[in-house]
Each structure stands twice: as structure tokens, then as C-alpha cells.
């Protein structure tokens, strides 16, 4: 009878700009694992609790953009405490794996290196929210934000994008490559956790090099599925 590789639940999270396949690639990777008969839950930031996704609705809705930055980095930091005490702790205490659609690399991105908030702020804001659950492995999906956009929009982006879509995707060119930069300088500072993949490629090819990473990084998730 051969023996059963014992598959430790992970934290996955899944980082980048505006339309470069983040949810396409969290549901394919939900799959996979499922496929192996390990649990996963899929879940994303803002939101994956009913508080938390009503934060989200009042960021995504420009409600609050009038409040600024630096407001909104609390507000996201509420929203992830309780995503974190209510679905992400719980589940990986079950063994469970969970898959995010963004996590608090996007506050450090969005609000602290691209929106300009204090480091100060947003590290304290961050050991609140995170309450000990820093994700294991992150997946940076990078593309050239035109490409993004045109890709999954079919529209131009010069002068500035156009007027449908959420409270950051009304934002002008220049921000959305400040923003990729960003995340490529939050990869680059934290090596040991996130790996930069090219997004500019087919979705099997991208999720090719997804299960690529993680069955080097987790042995065991390879042993399990060569069963």
C-alpha cells in the first residue's frame, strides 16, 4: 500500500496591477489542488468575510477616495483583520490551504509606495491586521499595464482610462506603472517569499509556471501528485 505524502496547509497569495489574471489563475491553481484531494479555500482582499466585503464595496464605489490614502490604508487593515481571524486563521488551523486574490501586499503597493503613506504606518497597520499570518508564497503576476488593459478591456488607456470600471482602474497610466513597479520592488525586497511570473503569456503557460514554483518550493505537493 503506498504511503500518502502529508501535504502541509499553505497560505498562497497572488499580487499585481489591474487586469493581469490574478482570479483566472487562483481559480486554476483551487483546481489543481482539489484534483490532489487537498482542501483549499479561495478567497480575495478586499473582502473574503461579509464585513470585510463591504469594506470593499465602499473603497471600489470611490467612496472614499475623498478621505485619502492614508484612510484607506486603515480601512483595508479593518477589512483584512477580520478576513484573517475569520477565514484565513481558521481554515489553515483545519488544514486547509488558502488562496488569495490579493493581500497586504496590495495596501504596501497601492497605498503606501504608489499612494504615498508612510512605511511607518503602513508596517503597524500590517502587524494588526496580518495577527501572525504572512502568506508562505507569492505569486507576482507582472505585465506592461497598456497590455493589461487592452487585453482585458479592449480599450486605450491614453489619455487616462476610461470613465467605467472601479476606484483604481479610473486611474491615469503613469499610476498603474508606478504601481507595477512597486510590486516588482515588494518582490525584489522579499525574495524568500514572492516569485515574479510574466503575466503577458497564455493562462495554461502562466499556470504551468504557478505549479512549476510550488511543487519546487513544497516537495511534498509534488510527491503527492506524481501518485
Known amino acids: 500500500m503506498?504511503?500518502?505524502p502529508a501535504v502541509a496547509p499553505r497560505?498562497?497569495?497572488f499580487e499585481g496591477g489591474e487586469g493581469v489574471g490574478k482570479s483566472t489563475q487562483v481559480k486554476r491553481l483551487l483546481v489543481r489542488l482539489n484534483r490532489l484531494g487537498i482542501e483549499a479555500v479561495r478567497t480575495r482582499e478586499p473582502g473574503g468575510t461579509p464585513k470585510a466585503e463591504h469594506v470593499r464595496a465602499f473603497i471600489l464605489?470611490?467612496?472614499s477616495e475623498a478621505w485619502g490614502p492614508g484612510a484607506e490604508a486603515v480601512l483595508f487593515a479593518a477589512a483584512r483583520l477580520d478576513h484573517v481571524n475569520q477565514l484565513i486563521a481558521p481554515s489553515l488551523s483545519t488544514g486547509k490551504w488558502v488562496i488569495s486574490d490579493r493581500f497586504?501586499?496590495?495596501?504596501r503597493a497601492?497605498?503606501?509606495?504608489?499612494?504615498?503613506?508612510d512605511g511607518k504606518l503602513i508596517r503597524g497597520l500590517e502587524t494588526l491586521a496580518l495577527n501572525g499570518h504572512a502568506p508562505d508564497l507569492t505569486f507576482?503576476?507582472?505585465?506592461?499595464?497598456?497590455?493589461?488593459f487592452n487585453r482585458v478591456n479592449a480599450r486605450e488607456l491614453?489619455?487616462?482610462?476610461?470613465?467605467?470600471?472601479d476606484r483604481f482602474e479610473k486611474e491615469d497610466l503613469d499610476w498603474h506603472r508606478r504601481l507595477r513597479q512597486a510590486f516588482l520592488d515588494i518582490a525584489a525586497q522579499n525574495q524568500d517569499r514572492c516569485v515574479v511570473l510574466p503575466a503577458n503569456q497564455s493562462e495554461d503557460a502562466l499556470e504551468s509556471e504557478v505549479w512549476d514554483t510550488l511543487t519546487r518550493r513544497y516537495p511534498e505537493l509534488a510527491a503527492k501528485a506524481a501518485l
Do not use: K, N
Open 61 to 63: 464605489q470611490g467612496r
Open 158 to 165: 491614453e489619455p487616462a482610462l476610461a470613465q467605467s470600471g
Open 11 to 13: 497560505f498562497i497569495t
Open 2 to 4: 503506498l504511503d500518502i
Open 110 to 117: 497601492y497605498q503606501g509606495l504608489t499612494g504615498g503613506v
Open 140 to 148: 507576482v503576476l507582472d505585465m506592461d499595464p497598456v497590455v493589461a
Open 104 to 107: 497586504h501586499d496590495s495596501t
